[in-house]
């Protein structure tokens, strides 16, 4: 049997980067003559914007801090022992680097037990332990606290969460066995499925403390000396924590089956980690802790052996690195301020860009459009969405006032637009209407103004092309709702200046959004790959495959909705317009459906109704389709529209769309809600052989997104 020590020393040896985290000791007496105390505190050396995590040697150091105090403990030199973060960073969980790095399931098996082996030994200390909750936790730092006797948490705690599953883990160093143990199998539930399947949902100080995980809750600005009175006032004696008896009957079951359903309708059974750690959660319920702890290393290194695990950190560093230094922007020194914003229309897509910019850059913005009415309807809408905040209580009343005083609407361009310095059009989406709106607008507003677009599959060039100056055109592509998806695509028309788009990716940035840089090619990235996505789909169905077989087809991909879900959300009419836009460019790979030409002809909103609470075929839509005598099957369809994927994202990489697969993938992610399990899309095809077998070679190198060789 390896000893921790060992196990931990050999782990270390295979990540050679860590950024190591130290457990420092320090001593003192409790007030109240509690008694001596030992505080074992959590750095990285780093300030918060480094956040501390749990690598090999870090969980050595804790483990040599724990030899120190267990002694002290033994020899009844200290009463009790607490552990919490440097400022404002408790710690984040497992160093994911090295993970990345392993090869073998003995390896990925050692990281599992050593967390286990050192966590589980501030559980049996002969004196009371407590963990302080100061700052943000995620995944291993949460679990550190679940091993201590008590626990408590920061007001001012921004992040709270056990992200495992998101990823493509599970919470694997106690969070599977303790949580439902402490706070209930369907508050655990809530917290390690639901919350990770939800964009990886984060809790804050309250909401921990309200789950019963914390069991005291004290303001951020003197927490610890607050943490430190009451942790006296429980070893006298004075303070009893009560909690309430947890239901290992027939509620536990329930919750797991609830989990179960929440799996299924994210990821429709297409990625193994939440089912594995609904299964250590369900057998929890015999409040066996070492079985359990047994369960998550083996679910630990048999998931960190798997793909999608790897294509969920692939995904993750694409969002949290690349999404943030956007491959080919210029040098942000070239970037322009931004002081007022001009957006020309008022309907709801203006409306949302407008309510964007002034929430994120906090200057004048002004809309306008054909009509008074129009123009009103525009600035009410911003306005009853700022009272909305107000009401959540997500700003106070003064910043309220002072957002509305900043938004206003005009009819005519010159009195709005001539002293702006970026000017965003989000009008029909008609070529001959669109350049229109820019000669009227360069005709008034400075001659420094970026003139940005939100066109989503028409030319930037083209847009462009009348203009006195078309370096100064860009595109600026958002997606629906503006509010929700990151994604901004910036594109580069052929005259594009260097400052004209180092604007655009300084004020991108002020938006808190993630910008990729695209070329000017049709459709640009999301929607070209959708739209041949869906192409294919609706190809099937108008061949003769019947709609239900085509939308189960792609369920294995665990994909946020289904395409004729997806369709209906675009709106059939605009998902029309885009693939005939893109028929005109690629008619050798677009099709236009006739069936969907049908659908949109008759007003249908979309192919299904909802009387029963699900989707079903709309009786209407059913007789205005017109099929062949071609049917596939799932597989058969699943292959079709893969190998379409697969060769349309070659093409792209070849015309330079975009730098690399890599840039395909953070869109897919951060613009259409692709799975963080699939890596995007490419690493997918990767893994399933489709990249090969349709372009002879992978998107990516062995390695990437995959198990190392």
């Excluded at 909750?133 to 949460?142: D, E, K, L, P, T």
């Excluded at 690349?322 to 709801?348: E, H």
Aim: charged share 25%; with cysteine; net charge negative.
């Amino acid at each position: 049997m390896s000893t921790t020590a060992e196990l931990l020393k050999g782990a270390a040896e295979l990540f050679p980067g860590e950024v190591v985290t130290s457990a420092h000791v320090r001593h003192f007496d409790l007030p109240q003559g509690a008694g001596r105390f030992a505080l074992i505190t959590l750095d990285n050396g780093h300030d918060h914007t480094k956040p501390t995590t749990l690598g090999p040697q870090s969980l050595a150091n804790i483990d040599a801090a724990i030899d120190q105090v267990e002694k002290e403990a033994a020899d009844g030199d200290i009463v009790g022992v607490g552990v919490t973060g440097k400022p404002f960073i408790f710690a984040v969980g497992a160093d994911l680097k090295g993970v990345e790095l392993l090869k073998r399931h003995e390896d990925a098996l050692a990281i599992g037990k050593g967390g286990h082996d050192v966590f589980k030994r501030l559980s049996k200390l002969a004196v009371p332990t407590f963990a302080y909750y100061n700052g943000a936790a995620m995944g291993g730092g949460v679990e550190v606290g679940l091993h201590c006797t008590y626990r408590t948490v920061s007001a001012a705690l921004p992040a709270f969460s056990l992200p495992e599953v998101f990823l493509g883990l599970v919470p694997g160093w106690g969070g599977c066995t303790l949580l439902p143990n402490l706070i209930g199998a369907d508050k655990a539930v809530s917290v390690i499925i639901e919350n990770s399947l939800n964009q990886n949902k984060q809790l804050k100080g309250e909401q921990v403390h309200d789950l019963g995980i914390a069991d005291a809750i004290f303001e951020g600005a003197d927490f610890l000396e607050q943490s430190l009175i009451w942790t006296a006032s429980v070893l006298k004696g004075e303070i009893a924590i009560e909690r309430p008896v947890v239901d290992r009957g027939e509620a536990w079951d329930q919750a797991v089956a609830r989990g179960r359903f929440i799996a299924d309708s994210k990821v429709h059974g297409a990625a193994p980690a939440a089912y594995r750690a609904l299964d250590i959660i369900a057998a929890a319920k015999n409040g066996d802790l070492q079985q359990g702890y047994d369960a998550e290393d083996k679910a630990l290194a048999d998931l960190i052996m798997g793909g999608e695990l790897r294509s969920g950190i692939y995904a993750f560093n694409l969002v949290q690195k690349r999404g943030k230094r956007p491959a080919g922007a210029p040098d942000k020194s070239l970037a322009r301020p931004v002081t007022k914003v001009g957006v020309v229309g008022a309907g709801l897509m203006a409306s949302q860009l407008a309510l964007l910019f002034l929430r994120r850059l906090e200057v004048p913005v002004v809309l306008t459009d054909i009509d008074q009415e129009r123009v009103d309807k525009g600035v009410g809408y911003v306005h009853a969405e700022i009272d909305k905040l107000l009401g959540k209580g997500r700003i106070n009343q003064d910043k309220a006032n002072r957002l509305k005083a900043l938004v206003s609407g005009v009819l005519d361009k010159a009195e709005g637009f001539s002293d702006a310095d970026f000017v965003i059009e989000a009008v029909f989406e008609e070529m001959g209407v669109k350049q229109q709106v820019f000669a009227e607008v360069e005709a008034v507003a400075p001659a420094h103004a970026i003139l940005a677009t939100n066109t989503s599959s028409l030319s930037v060039s083209e847009m462009a092309s009348k203009l006195k100056h078309p370096e100064r055109v860009v595109g600026f592509h958002f997606f629906n709702p503006v509010a929700v998806l990151p994604l901004l695509e910036i594109v580069r028309g052929e005259k594009t200046d260097d400052a004209s788009l180092a604007t655009a990716f300084g004020v991108a940035k002020k938006l808190k959004k993630t910008a990729v840089l695209t070329k000017d090619a049709p459709a640009f990235v999301v929607n070209r790959i959708l739209t041949r996505f869906m192409g294919e789909i609706q190809n099937v169905i108008d061949e003769g495959t019947p709609v239900e077989v085509a939308e189960k087809a792609v369920e294995p991909l665990g994909l946020p909705m289904s395409p004729l879900v997806l369709l209906e959300l675009v709106g059939p009419a605009i998902g029309l317009h885009v693939s005939e836009t893109l028929n005109r460019a690629f008619p050798e790979r677009f099709t236009v459906s006739p069936n969907l030409k049908r659908v949109v002809e008759a007003g249908k909103r979309g192919f299904y109704v909802y009387d029963s609470g699900k989707p079903e075929l709309d009786p209407e839509v059913a007789a205005l389709l017109q099929q062949g005598d071609t049917v596939l099957t799932e597989e058969q369809v699943r292959a079709r529209v893969l190998d379409a994927v697969a060769q349309e994202i070659g093409l792209m990489l070849e015309e330079g769309v975009v730098a690399e697969a890599q840039d395909i993938d953070l869109c897919l992610i951060t613009g259409a809600g692709w799975p963080f399990h699939l890596g995007g899309i490419t690493p997918y095809l990767d893994r399933e052989g489709v990249s090969e077998r349709v372009n002879g070679k992978r998107f990516l190198e062995p390695g990437v997104a995959s198990v190392p060789a």
